[in-house]
């Protein structure tokens, strides 16, 4: 969700200075890396959403202004990431051959499944649309009521797809103090299949499911001046697309990352599970665009519940 209405330029010198002391801060229990993003691209900034390949060595992001790149992952031995190559940033279409139409942007969510089929979801105009290909054109997928009555700047942040081919959304925020509505696209209907719990004054923002089965949601505080607090909670899900379970995986301090707002998660060559992480760095020059990573005990295999 974009923040510059909310952050005028003397918070934003301000927020400055506590993310480059975040230096200070000691690394989280998994933290691996981060590296920051630039591009002489005009276009370029916004990221909100990331799917890696399975070997982590592309992927494509998601910029909250209707565009995307993909690039390369240089990494070392050890797997940190070395250099990032980025194409060009590309429109996301509409029905046809256009550009989506002013007013109906704000794309937040991105997942892709195996065989390439890609989908976005929308915050401005709540909805989520299908792409064969990302270059191509646009399909809308039925849009239910509910969409509708979601809030304003905080609708369709978060989306994954299962290995079945289950599409999974939830809002930023809601007026429902239990939790968070997750809807489930299946079988050609929407339905809500849980509801994530609140715990604390942090939204989700970002979803994937894992090689282990689990869904990834990675949530984002806002504690203004300090800057930003980041967590991952990792769900089992029953057959029935329900909840079984919830387990913290990941939780920095406030001001050691940026704005993060998308998650990949996969398993590296030596097993481990691997959390990729975006930031939207707002379009504002000071905030930062990077990609961060952490890395968690071995996956288990797929083992729904129920």
């Known amino acids: 969700m974009p923040l510059r209405t909310r952050l005028g330029l003397t918070a934003g010198l301000l927020l400055a200075l506590a993310l480059e002391s975040s230096a200070a801060i000691p690394p989280p229990e998994g933290f691996l890396s981060s590296f920051s993003l630039q591009s002489d691209d005009p276009a370029f900034g916004g990221l909100s959403a990331i799917e890696i390949s399975d070997d982590g060595t592309r992927f494509t992001a998601l910029s909250d202004r209707t565009r995307f790149v993909t690039g390369q992952i240089d990494r070392d031995g050890d797997g940190h990431i070395t250099a990032v190559q980025l194409d060009p940033m590309q429109p996301l279409r509409g029905k046809g051959e256009a550009p989506l139409a002013p007013g109906r942007g704000d794309s937040e969510g991105l997942a892709i499944t195996e065989s390439g089929t890609a989908y976005v979801s929308l915050e401005g105009v709540p909805r989520v649309l299908r792409y064969e290909d990302l270059e191509g054109s646009a399909e809308n997928l039925p849009t239910p009521p509910a969409f509708s009555r979601l809030r304003k700047n905080a609708a369709l942040e978060a989306?994954?797809?299962?290995?079945?081919?289950?599409?999974?959304?939830?809002?930023?925020?809601?007026?429902?103090?239990?939790?968070?509505p997750a809807y489930r696209f299946s079988g050609g209907a929407w339905t809500v299949a849980f509801h994530l719990p609140r715990d604390g004054a942090f939204l989700p923002v970002g979803a994937d499911f894992g090689p282990d089965g689990r869904l990834y949601i990675l949530e984002r505080q806002f504690h203004g001046i300090p800057g930003f607090s980041s967590r991952v909670r990792a769900l089992t899900l029953n057959r029935d697309g329900s909840l079984a379970g919830i387990e913290t995986v990941m939780q920095s301090p406030t001001g050691f990352h940026d704005n993060l707002e998308g998650i990949a998660a996969w398993a590296d060559a030596q097993g481990r599970l691997r959390?990729?992480?975006?930031?939207?760095?707002?379009?504002?020059?000071?905030?930062?665009?990077?990609?961060?990573?952490?890395?968690?005990?071995a996956p288990k295999s797929p083992a729904p519940a129920g």
Do not use: C, H
Request: proline residues 4%; aromatic residues 12%.
């Open 275 to 297: 959390l990729t992480m975006i930031s939207d760095d707002n379009f504002l020059p000071w905030q930062r665009g990077e990609i961060v990573e952490y890395s968690l005990a």
């Open 159 to 180: 989306l994954a797809v299962d290995a079945k081919g289950q599409l999974f959304t939830l809002p930023e925020d809601v007026a429902d103090t239990v939790g968070f």
